[in-house]
């Protein structure tokens, strides 16, 4: 989740900025202003959209026309071949022109493998092009290594340890690579690959001895996880503690990280004391990340239910009912309520991908 993290910590950061902007340039557009420009896209009508098509005939080089035809084309792509072809060229059109650009890191320049093949490899090859040879900007490589990263993990990690040989002070670089390490640290059969975790681990204390307060804050947790999947207990239990002291010293009513700190950080700690064999311990912990107030992440994806079914395998399903009544206040109450008639029932749910937010 560190990237995820990342993305989201622009998201909210500028949530409460304006969303209509002057149109950006081609140069010099932030990200902030992407952001804004992906949503304002959003809200294009039909009639907008087909005018800002046509202006680009006459402007092609009209970098916030296009990132506002992507934040529109994003969601419907799916609906329309139309739609989808016309998005698969912008998405092409800014590689190969503004490589460098915010969009180009983001999901909204982004293209499947499977359902776009041809479109996808395209965009590979252009990728690798733009990024091979001396001379080429730690944002591109960076940029590259988002583009390629579940399809080609190999290809990203390189990229990524360009850039982070270009940038060794900046602490990106390192938190991107423990994202990646992290993710070929698991599996759809929730084995863990524990020299991958180990590998996100020593990525992410890199990554966590160069950032400032605020940022550590929002990488500790992922930490901590890495650090759990390594066997790395005791690691795993200090981040944990320091990212729910972190916690506590936030404005709970401004701070959009504050109620994941509170979930995870009592989770990884679960985790340790039932690793202990602290069966009791680890239940108290399930119910205190239950406590969460929620989070804008936490309230989409709903609750981490990893401990709460190895508890049930250990026959605690009290434990886990009381977790579920309490997730059910910030999510779907609908689905945890589900989940406790399975439970009650005596058989243990199908938590799915909420084993691995």
């Known amino acids: 989740m560190a990237a995820c993290n990342s993305v989201l910590t622009r998201v909210f950061r500028y949530l409460a900025l304006l969303l209509v902007l002057p149109c950006a340039g081609a140069r010099g557009q932030s990200p902030e202003e992407t952001y804004l420009l ?23 080089d009209d970098l916030s026309a296009r990132t506002q035809l992507l934040g529109n084309y994003f969601l419907g792509r799916w609906n329309s071949p139309e739609i989808k072809k016309t998005r698969q060229a912008h998405v092409l059109w800014i590689i190969e022109h503004h490589p460098e650009a915010d969009i180009c890191g983001s999901p909204e320049a982004g293209l499947d493998a499977i359902l776009e093949s041809v479109a996808y490899r395209e965009a590979r090859e252009l990728w690798l092009k733009k990024s091979d040879g001396d001379g080429v900007s730690a944002k591109v490589l960076g940029n590259a290594a988002n583009f390629l990263l579940l399809q080609s993990p190999e290809d990203a990690e390189r990229l990524l340890k360009r850039a982070q040989a270009l940038e060794p002070q900046n602490p990106e670089w390192p938190q991107r690579l423990g994202h990646l390490y992290q993710l070929k640290s698991r599996n759809l059969f929730g084995k863990t690959d524990r020299e991958a975790a180990k590998r996100a681990l020593i990525a992410y204390e890199q990554a966590l001895d160069a950032s400032p307060k605020a940022d550590r804050y929002l990488l500790l947790d992922d930490t901590a996880k890495a650090a759990l999947a390594a ?15 972190l916690a506590v010293e936030t404005d709970a009513n401004r701070d959009w ?29 399930l119910l205190k990340a239950g406590k ?7 309230n989409s994806f709903g609750p981490n239910m990893l401990l709460a079914k190895e508890l049930l395998e250990k026959g605690r399903k009290e434990a886990v009912i009381e ?35």
């Open 292 to 298: 969460t107030p929620g989070s804008p992440q936490l």
């Open 38 to 60: 992906l949503r304002k896209g959003q809200g294009l009508t039909p009639a907008q959209v087909k005018a800002m098509e046509e202006q680009l005939t006459d402007r092609p």
């Open 323 to 357: 977790y579920l009544r309490l997730c059910g206040r910030f999510w779907n109450k609908s689905q945890t309520d589900k989940w406790i008639e399975h439970i009650e029932a005596g058989k243990t749910p199908d938590f799915g991908a909420n084993l691995d937010y």
């Open 257 to 285: 990280n504050h109620g994941n700190a509170i979930h995870h950080g009592n989770l990884v700690l679960g985790r340790v004391a039932l690793a202990e064999g602290k069966i009791e311990e680890a239940e108290k912990f």
């Open 231 to 245: 066997g790395e207990l005791e690691k795993a239990r200090r981040y944990a503690t320091e990212v729910l002291d």
